[in-house]
């Protein structure tokens, strides 16, 4: 299998020659939230899959849901005239559920990309049967992440994933992020940094000329960036300036939603309400590939009213509204709500940024610890605490394997180890990826 996957995989990741030399674990099964390699390793994953296996890997309520579709319906989609009954009854549950976030219509994708997609082309539409078809930028943050496809990856604020693909959509620009360790103002000071980034969006804006701006999109913790939760007042700032100006807040909640910050989305975690939210992965435990792109009613309005002709917007996928990826969602709902996975997020993710915390105080190669909503945590690496300067490639890979033959699989994105474990998991799981990453900092 080994020599089969170099010789026949492409690793989007890795260099091929890298992926030759360092050829990737091969996971052969997994349960609970414990996966197993091909070489009998049987380790936790910390990594949660890719942030979406919310459940752990043993959810039988979804297997059961699945199976059920695949004898009923097991496919049909809403692209054009047609519904079906597992589609909208997961459309009034995901109503409910979000109702405190002010959402209230679903547009079902194939996933995380899909649904950023989905949003910013609501958004244009949207302005222009309001009659302000001039509005078509986007602005987001510098660090936030949203996906591979190209409207996306232009609104995407890191540089590995967008300047390869250049020239990206034209119209799209980067607000400096809240990350207090990193920062074009030298500031470290969570809240006074966050005022600086809001007096940098106004500004952008006035720029930019509002009139001219559709969205802000942005993650309500950044997560593939690096996990960098803002000052719990910036995402408000945010939401007061899009409505000042008429633009319309995209909260891109792939990794947030659905309980992993401790709240029920990263929107209410912060108090604030959207006009439309992005969510993917854990919607299907990672059971099933299937996204939702939740709509505000004032936004939902202006479609249902429109009488310009426009609100029909030829958009939309073979998978939208898949019956079987709507059965996974409903049974995962149902299991998420049944668990309370946020209460255990908030829980275990408080014990887990302790664990680092008291990491960073033995191990220099720490430079920053990030945390303290849920089950989201992040170290930031350095070789040098005082330049902040970056770690090699060795020390990564050293780190890396140490932690996995120590019991825990970890992701090591740039200079950022993040952890993002199913919801899950209990407290001696939490002290196995501590110890892993104990172990994998002594080695480095
Ligand atoms: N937005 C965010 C915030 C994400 O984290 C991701 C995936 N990591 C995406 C969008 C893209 O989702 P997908 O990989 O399912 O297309």
């Known amino acids: 299998l080994k020599e089969n996957n170099a010789r026949s995989i492409w690793h989007p990741m890795a260099h091929p020659a890298d992926s030759r030399a360092n050829p990737p674990t091969i996971v052969t099964g997994a349960a609970g939230v414990r996966i197993t390699d091909i070489d009998g390793h049987e380790v936790v ?8 296996v919310n459940l752990g890997f043993s959810c039988q309520p979804v297997k059961d849901a699945i199976a059920a579709q695949l004898d009923t319906l097991p496919y049909y989609s809403t692209f054009r005239g047609t519904s079906n009954d597992k589609v909208i009854e997961l459309a009034e549950e995901l109503r409910d559920f979000f109702a405190p976030d002010g959402l209230s219509r679903a547009f079902f994708t194939s996933g995380g990309s899909d649904s950023v997609e989905t949003a910013l082309r609501l958004a244009r539409q949207y302005h ?26 232009s609104v995407n604020g890191n540089a590995n994933f967008r300047t390869q693909y250049e020239p990206l959509l034209p119209g799209c620009y980067h607000i400096p992020a809240p990350y207090t360790y990193r920062n074009p103002f030298n500031e470290t000071d969570p809240e006074r940094l966050a005022r600086l980034c809001l007096a940098a969006l106004e500004d952008e804006i006035a720029f930019q ?57 990263g929107s209410r975690h912060w108090g604030v309400q959207p006009d439309m939210m992005c969510t993917a992965k854990a919607i299907t435990n990672g059971y099933f590939p299937f996204g939702a792109v939740m709509i505000a009613d004032a936004m939902a309005e202006v479609f249902e009213n429109d009488s310009s002709g426009k609100a029909a917007i030829g958009h939309g996928y073979t998978y939208s509204g898949h019956p079987v990826g709507a059965a996974a969602a409903l049974a995962c ?8 996975v946020n209460e255990n997020a908030a829980a275990r993710g408080a014990e887990l940024y302790a664990g680092l915390q008291a990491l960073a105080e033995k191990h220099d190669i720490i430079g920053d610890v990030r945390g303290g909503h849920g089950l989201m945590c992040a170290l930031e690496l350095v070789s040098d605490r005082a330049t902040k300067a970056s770690i090699d490639k060795p020390t990564i890979a050293t780190i890396q394997e140490t932690a996995y033959r120590a019991g825990a699989m970890i992701r090591i994105s740039g200079p950022n180890v ?27």
């Not at 994953?45 to 979406?52: K, P, R, S």
């Not at 913790?221 to 408000?236: N, Q, R, S, T, W």
């Not at 100006?245 to 709240?263: K, M, P, Q, W, Y």
């Open 333 to 340: 709902l149902a299991e998420t709500k049944r668990l309370k």
């Open 209 to 265: 000329g509002a009139s001219t701006i559709a969205a802000f999109i942005m993650e309500p913790i950044l997560g593939a960036g690096g996990v960098i939760p803002p000052h719990p007042g910036f995402m408000k700032g945010v939401r007061n300036i899009c409505s000042k100006n008429g633009i319309l807040l995209i909260a891109d909640e792939v990794i947030t939603a659905f309980g992993r910050t401790g709240s029920w989305s």
């Open 45 to 52: 994953d910390a990594v949660g899959g890719l942030w979406n």
């Open 128 to 153: 222009k049967i309001k009659g302000e078809p001039g509005r078509v930028k986007y602005l987001s943050l510098k660090k936030g992440y949203h996906g591979t496809h190209t409207g996306g990856a």
């Open 418 to 444: 993040i952890l993002s474990p199913p919801l899950v998991l209990d407290s001696a799981d939490v002290q196995t990826i501590l110890s892993a990453l104990a172990a994998g900092f002594e080695a480095a």
